[in-house]
């Protein structure tokens, strides 16, 4: 497949500015670039979700048109969104099976679907059962269902976007397996990741995108990481600074045995005890889906805690509403941006203001001070470098990494007392990142308490000034940083205490 000169315009952006790309197949080919740089632009246009302004592509050396996602169907064309697509009330068969065309009654073409599923579960090594619910699934599972659906449509080229981001370091080995499976077998797949290790282990080609241009194609075995961090950033990428030292301040928000449910099987919490202090970053590691979840949502009022309680700077808050907890200074940083960290219509301003919108110096005697709500939004529009048009943007139209920093400028910058971060880096480019974890550790001198949920080990070790580990909702233990050697972290959040 090839791209000739691609060009998208929104409203204020040039997403991209005459772009050049192609696909071989039997080849993984990576799309670097920064949050805002037009990766998941250039793929819509692929997969028939965007009409380009300018531009051509080439299928097997004969021009297409790519109308709808329907067109890209029919020419082999499967995407893997970020954002699953899946209904979580049908099976996977059913999944699998809806919106194709049905010869015969249901029930039959059901049966036909899971043996067809079966099989391309054992050709690529996807584990996965048809009958199973969507529901009931990890968001590992999901994906892999979101794969064969593709593959089940006969798709020759797969856009992955992002696909590791939800991933768990083993669920990241099992899709590269599955990847290698698929380009063995003749497959061409694209790759968008902003983890540079994953491009250098996995693709054999690699273009980085910067501001909507291409600024060039590589052999991937030609470049190194710190190769492709200047030449995705334009300069040199320094590093975190360091998180020097810190006298741990008064406790500010302390769970006594909490306990409560969970959705799917997983276990929730139980008699979970733990104290986040002042100046203090206490990170929170283990396998994803044990407990992490559930201990963010109890402690921001998003879930009722069935047993314990939980106090914030003192004074019991268990029952406290998230508006309540808002209030009272904590901040929370979600792990579902889209569904719990914003309203997507609402324009960049809005959604900054968003927590104190009804206080000054946003609004007095019941009216909004327009004037100091658009100086206050730009102010963080640039300290963040969120990438935007303009601050009456709606959200929605942002990229995914820039999302994530209007979150992070909204909720660092109003002073909390608490700030629970769940995931705060995933999705962002490696620039992103490095700030991100630089204001963590400038508000942690602060005085602000933290509780850093975080799949990524290395942000565990990088951030924390103590570690505790979680296994089948409960603390295995609780380290000082000094001691947290990964083998042991390892061990722990195996559910085995060395
Ligand atoms: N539907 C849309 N309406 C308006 N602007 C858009 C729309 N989609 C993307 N943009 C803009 O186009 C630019 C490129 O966005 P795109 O989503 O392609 O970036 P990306 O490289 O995928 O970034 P990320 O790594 O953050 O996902 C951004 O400035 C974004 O705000
Ligand atoms: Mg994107």
């Not at 968001?139 to 992002?162: M, N, P, W």
């Amino acid at each position: 497949m090839e791209m000739r000169g691609i060009s998208k315009r929104f409203p204020g952006v040039l997403a991209n500015d005459r772009v050049d790309f192609d696909v071989r197949s039997g080849e993984v080919h990576a799309l670097l670039g920064e949050n805002g740089a037009g990766k998941s632009t250039l793929m819509k246009v692929l997969y028939g979700l965007y009409n380009p302004d300018e531009g051509e592509i080439f299928l097997e050396g004969k021009r297409i048109q790519i109308a709808s996602p329907t067109k890209a169907i029919e020419l082999g064309i499967g995407m893997i969104h970020q954002h699953f697509m899946l209904v979580p009330s049908l099976t996977v068969a059913e999944n699998v099976a809806l919106g194709l065309p049905s010869s015969r009654g249901l029930i039959t073409d059901l049966d036909r679907v899971s043996k067809r599923i079966l099989e391309l579960a054992e050709i690529y090594g996807l584990r996965i059962d048809p009958e199973a619910f969507v529901w009931q699934l990890s968001v590992g599972q999901q994906q892999r269902v979101e794969i064969i659906k593709a593959l089940y449509r006969g798709a020759s080229l797969l856009i992955l976007d992002e696909p590791t981001a939800v991933l768990t370091p083993q669920e990241v080995d099992e899709l590269f397996v599955i990847m290698r499976q698929m380009v063995k077998d003749g497959h061409a797949l694209i790759f968008i990741s902003h983890k540079l290790h994953e491009v250098v282990e996995i693709s054999q080609r690699v273009t980085v995108l910067r501001d909507g241009r291409k600024i060039g194609t590589r052999p991937t075995a030609e470049t190194t990481r710190q190769d492709l961090a200047n030449w995705m950033v334009g300069r040199e990428v320094g590093f975190v600074p360091d998180r020097g030292l810190s006298t741990i301040g008064e406790g500010r928000l302390r769970l006594e045995n909490v306990s409560s449910g969970s959705d799917r099987g997983t276990p929730g919490l139980r008699e979970v005890n733990l104290e986040v202090c002042s100046r203090e970053i206490l990170g929170v590691a283990g396998v994803s889906g044990n407990g992490q979840r559930e201990l963010a949502e109890v402690c921001t009022g998003l879930r009722k805690i069935t047993g314990g309680r939980i106090l914030l700077e003192g004074g019991e808050v268990s029952g406290l509403t998230p508006g309540e907890l808002i209030d009272r200074m904590l901040s929370y940083i979600p792990e579902e941006r889209m569904r719990d960290g914003m309203i997507k219509e609402f324009t960049i301003s809005e959604n900054m203001i968003l927590r104190e919108h009804h206080k000054k110096p946003f609004s007095s005697a019941g009216f909004l001070n327009l004037g100091n709500i658009s100086r206050y939004t730009d102010k963080l529009v640039h300290e963040y470098q969120v990438k935007t048009p303009s601050l009456e943007t709606p959200a929605k139209s942002l990229s995914g990494g820039n999302i994530q920093k209007v979150i992070l400028a909204r909720e660092l910058s109003r002073k909390p007392r608490v700030i629970i971060a769940a995931q705060p880096t995933r999705g962002l480019d490696i620039g992103a990142t490095e700030y991100v974890r630089a204001r963590l550790i400038e508000e942690r001198r602060n005085g602000t308490a933290i509780l850093l949920i975080s799949e990524d080990l290395d942000e565990i070790l990088t951030l924390s000034d103590r570690i505790a580990v979680m296994f089948e909702g409960r603390i295995m233990d609780i380290l000082p940083r000094a001691l947290a050697v990964p083998e042991k972290l390892g061990l722990l959040m195996a559910g085995v205490q060395p």
